[in-house]
């Protein structure tokens, strides 16, 4: 639904980012449908796809800033390149998005000179500088200490409080993912196994979803792994006679 905070959640290599890439059109799936507001994007052209871009911002897991460029030149990245505005609504839009992530004053600093937390912050101000109503996270969390980690998330639900952004989020962050979402989908060897509200997955009878959101060592995504193993390194049998 518009104006909410879907979280993503499985294990690695479970498909999690490939769908975001997807929905982001920087992966091109090779069948079904992805529907972005009223565009179906899958099989559009670049051009067309494009357009469907601007309606959506993009947070990299590690931010993913242009390091020969100062924190205001990645803000304004988007607006100067997709817009062509003047430099004056530029340097408005850049002020404005710094202040709504609580980096006033940093357009001068480079990547390098930033924390790992700043850098998170800078790279959701670039995906917000052109208002989407869509904002696509990549493991936001990730590489943080949890008092960074709850300040990313503190800023997350503010784009839903205060802007009404959709926001659809891929992590592994399970004190994150409930903290956050309205909806979490859990994806598990390339299917939704789960989609609900927080209180529905926690109260889930699914072994596999409380194994991962306990982070339980032993259980049935552990006994399938061992079971991939042993038949990956298994000998062929030979026929006598």
């Known amino acids: 639904m518009p104006g909410e905070i879907v979280c993503i959640m499985g294990m690695s290599g479970s ?22 507001g009223d565009a179906q994007i899958v099989g559009m052209t670049e051009d067309q796809l494009n357009g469907v871009r601007e309606r959506m911002g993009m947070v990299f897991q590690y931010a993913a800033l ?40 940093t357009e001068n600093l480079y990547p390098s000179q930033l924390s790992g937390g700043m850098a998170k912050r800078v790279g959701l101000a670039r995906a917000i500088a052109l208002s989407p109503p869509v904002l696509l996270y990549d493991e936001p969390t990730s590489g943080l200490d949890p008092v960074v980690a709850s300040v990313v998330d503190e800023l997350i639900m503010q784009m839903r409080d205060k802007l009404g952004v959709t926001s659809l989020v891929v992590s592994h962050n399970i004190t994150s993912i409930f903290r956050i979402s309205d909806r979490i989908a859990m994806v598990h060897e390339g299917q939704i196994l789960i989609e609900g509200t927080p209180e529905e997955v926690r109260a889930s009878p699914d072994l596999v979803v409380q194994q991962f959101i306990q982070g339980r060592s032993h259980g049935p995504i552990e006994q399938a792994r061992r079971l991939a193993r042993l038949a990956e390194v298994r000998p062929p049998l030979h026929s006598e006679g």
């Not at 490939?18 to 079904?32: A, D, F, S, V, Y």
Request: charged residues 25%; positive net charge.
């Open 15 to 36: 498909g999690k980012t490939t769908t975001l890439h997807c929905i982001g059109g920087l992966t091109r799936p090779t069948g079904g449908e992805i529907w972005i």
């Open 66 to 105: 242009f390091d020969s460029l100062t924190v205001f030149e990645n803000v304004a990245f988007g607006p100067r390149r997709r817009r062509r505005l003047p430099e004056d609504q530029i340097r408005a839009i850049v002020a404005e998005k710094l202040e709504l992530v609580g980096l006033p004053g």
